[in-house]
C-alpha cells in the first residue's frame, strides 16, 4: 500500500530564507505525487504534482518538488520565504490499488519569521 | 473557487443528532471523496463514489453513510453524532489530471 511520510511536524524559517518541506513515499508501483497547502480556516489548494516525465515539478508560488526515485523522496522548496507562506503544507500520494484515493502525511506547519 | 462546492460551510449541532453534508464535484468529474481532517488523526480518507457506485472505502464509520447522485453531487450522512466527530469534512472530485477539493463543512458537536 501507498503511504507517505512528512518529516518534521513544523517547520521555522525567517524571511528570504530557503523553504524545505521534507517528503518520502512508499509505493509499490510508479507514483503520483503531490503538495497540498492550506491556509488557516481554508480547503486544500493544490501547489504541484508529479505524475510522469520530467522529475523537477514547479508549481505555484514560486514553490518546486524533485522526485527522486532512488531516495524515494519528494521534497518541496522555494529559494526565498514570503511571511503569506505560513501555511500547513501536506504531501499526498495516489493510491492505485483501491480507488485512486489520496493518501496524505500528517502535514507540515511552515512558521515565515520576519 | 475550486469549483468544488460544499454546503453548509459550518454546522454546530448537539450530541446524539443527524446531519447530511452536500457536495457538488466540478463539472464533468464522475469520483468524489470524503476525508475527514481532526487535530489528532489528520486528514483520513472516508469513502469515494464513481459515477453513483461506491468505489473504495476508508476509515468511516458505521454511524456515517454516504451516496452520490445521478447529478453526481454527493451527501455524506452523519448519525447519533459524537464530541469527537467534530471535525473539517472535506469532499474532493477527480479527473484523470487531478483532485480538487472543496472548502469544507467544519462540523461542531456540542
Known amino acids: 500500500a501507498q503511504s507517505v511520510t512528512q518529516l518534521g511536524s513544523h517547520v521555522s524559517v525567517s524571511e528570504g530564507a530557503l523553504v524545505l518541506l521534507r517528503c518520502n513515499y512508499s509505493?509499490?508501483?510508479?507514483?503520483?505525487l503531490f503538495w497540498y497547502v492550506q491556509y488557516p480556516n481554508q480547503g486544500l489548494q493544490l501547489l504541484l504534482k508529479?505524475?510522469?516525465?520530467?522529475?523537477l515539478v514547479k508549481g505555484i508560488n514560486g514553490f518546486e518538488a524533485e522526485f527522486k526515485k532512488s531516495e524515494t523522496s519528494f521534497h518541496l522548496t522555494k529559494p526565498s520565504a514570503h511571511m503569506s507562506d505560513a501555511a500547513e503544507y501536506f504531501c499526498?500520494?495516489?493510491?492505485?490499488?483501491?480507488?485512486?484515493?489520496?493518501?496524505f502525511g500528517a502535514g507540515t506547519i511552515l512558521r515565515v519569521k520576519s | 473557487d475550486s469549483g468544488v462546492t460544499q454546503t453548509p460551510k459550518h454546522l454546530i449541532t448537539a450530541t446524539g443528532q443527524r446531519v447530511t453534508l452536500r457536495c457538488s464535484p466540478r463539472?464533468?468529474?464522475?469520483?468524489v471523496y470524503w476525508y475527514q481532517q481532526s487535530l489528532d488523526q489528520g486528514l483520513q480518507f472516508l469513502i469515494q463514489?464513481?459515477?453513483?457506485?461506491?468505489?473504495a472505502k476508508g476509515n468511516i464509520l458505521e454511524r456515517f453513510s454516504a451516496q452520490q447522485f445521478p447529478d453526481l453531487h454527493s451527501e455524506l450522512n452523519l448519525s447519533s453524532l459524537e464530541l469527537g466527530d467534530s471535525a473539517l469534512y472535506f469532499c474532493?472530485?477527480?479527473?484523470?489530471?487531478?483532485?480538487?477539493f472543496g472548502s469544507g463543512t467544519r462540523l461542531t458537536v456540542v
Open positions: 474532493a472530485s477527480s479527473d484523470s489530471y487531478g483532485y480538487t
Open positions: 463514489y464513481y459515477n453513483g457506485e461506491e468505489r
Open positions: 463539472s464533468g468529474d464522475l469520483s
Open positions: 508529479y505524475t510522469t516525465g520530467a522529475t
Open positions: 499526498a500520494v495516489r493510491n492505485m490499488e483501491y480507488g485512486n484515493k489520496l493518501v
Open positions: 509505493s509499490s508501483v510508479p507514483p503520483y
